[in-house]
């Protein structure tokens, strides 16, 4: 399908909040370039089919027969740039099988834009981050993505795209809540890892950064956000979850000689359950080292401090952060628009608090 009509469009990518289409429409662009010169143009339209399913995976499917393998010849020096205006963001089935194909294809680059964000699981979250892991660029769409599908995707008839109330105010409603899902806006940083009173912080942020080794040489680095979901649960749990799937088992295969330093910049120390999975996770896998540096001390339950003791016995580094700590989460994980960290009030004085507590749970 090349277009769609103005009627389908509207039906479809309005961005109003509340609005749930069921279907899924992508507009698509691809490019194909080799040794800096531009080759071909496609663009076009999909939507949901019985086979292969969602638009996204229909879209893999004519890429993969039609672009990547005409006549079943591939051109190997092809680079291959592709857009995606999409009236819902992947669920994590789809995200998941486009992480893939990406993770697959080096020289395939995608972006995508979204109308609104499809969260029905809470592992339509993770699949969001698993596209960005695999190098896609994720946004939702600005009032202008909208105009630009009207001009270029839909029947119009030769008229101006009519915008809808409230589209500017939806999109930054909606584009802050993905940049939180994919890493952090400012005022969500300060809130949840402040080292000040724990009123109102319920939930935990955990910063990750993981290097992998291999005889003594850096083969990768990754990095991301997680947050408390329903499923697995505390923040911790979800990268346990991401790293044994995406990292140690990736495609069911493990690097044995692999080496794994791991460290986590996280709001709220462990509770009691999470730190005795951490160690079990730590004590099964011991070509895994983990640091962790803690904003504030969870401590409602006597057991608490018995799982920080058992994650430093299975090998663990347990800290609390220090200003330092706080500057680096926000240059490397904060959405900070080019903004300077912002030190608070009484900063060093609770770490210093924090960390003499600390350390009288762990060695005395």
């Keep these: 399908m090349r277009s769609i009509y103005p009627k389908t469009f509207y039906s479809n990518f309005k961005n ?6 069921k279907s899924t429409r992508l507009c698509f662009e691809v490019e194909t370039w080799e040794d800096g010169s531009f080759l071909d143009y496609q663009n076009g339209v999909f939507r949901n089919q019985l086979y292969p399913g969602h638009a996204e995976l229909c879209f893999l499917d004519w890429f993969h027969e039609k672009v990547l393998f005409p006549d079943e010849i591939q051109c190997p020096d092809a680079q291959y740039h592709v857009t995606w205006y999409i009236s819902w963001s992947p669920c994590f089935e789809c995200a998941e099988q486009v992480a893939r194909f990406l993770n697959e294809h080096e020289n395939v680059d995608l972006s995508m834009s979204a109308a609104r964000l499809y969260l029905c699981e809470d592992e339509d ?3 969001l ?3 960005v892991a695999a190098g896609a660029k994720v946004a939702m769409m600005a009032p202008e993505d909208f105009e630009y599908c009207w001009d270029n995707f839909v029947y119009n008839g030769g008229w101006d795209f009519p915008y809808w109330k409230k589209v500017r105010r939806n999109y ?8 939180e899902i994919l890493c952090m806006y400012p005022n969500t940083f300060d809130f949840n890892f402040q080292n000040l009173n724990s009123y109102g912080r319920k939930s935990t942020f955990l910063c990750f950064e993981v290097e992998r080794w291999k005889d003594g040489s850096f083969l990768d680095y990754q990095n991301g ?3 408390n979901q329903l499923y697995p649960g ?3 749990l979800c990268f346990l979850d991401w790293f044994h799937e995406k990292v140690l088992f990736p495609d069911e295969i493990q690097c044995p000689d692999a080496q794994y330093h791991v460290t986590w910049y996280i709001s709220w120390s462990p509770c009691f359950e999470c730190a005795e999975q951490v160690a079990r996770f730590l004590n099964e896998n011991e070509n895994v080292y983990l640091s962790i540096s803690a904003a ?3 401590l409602c339950e006597d057991e608490d401090e018995q799982g920080l003791r058992d994650l430093v016995a299975a090998g663990a580094k347990v800290a609390m952060m220090a200003p330092k700590d706080f500057k680096y989460c926000w240059d490397n994980f904060v959405d900070n628009g080019g903004w300077q960290f912002t030190y608070w009030k009484n900063m060093r004085r609770n770490f210093s608090s924090l960390q003499q507590k600390l350390d009288e749970i762990l060695w005395d």
């Design 296 to 298: 504030r001390l969870y």
């Design 129 to 131: 981050r698993d596209l």
């Design 234 to 236: 505390h923040a911790e």
């Design 172 to 179: 930054g409603r909606l584009q802050q809540q993905l940049d």
């Design 16 to 21: 109003l909040e509340g609005y749930w289409p």
């Design 225 to 227: 956000v997680f947050r």
């Design 125 to 127: 979250e993770r699949g």
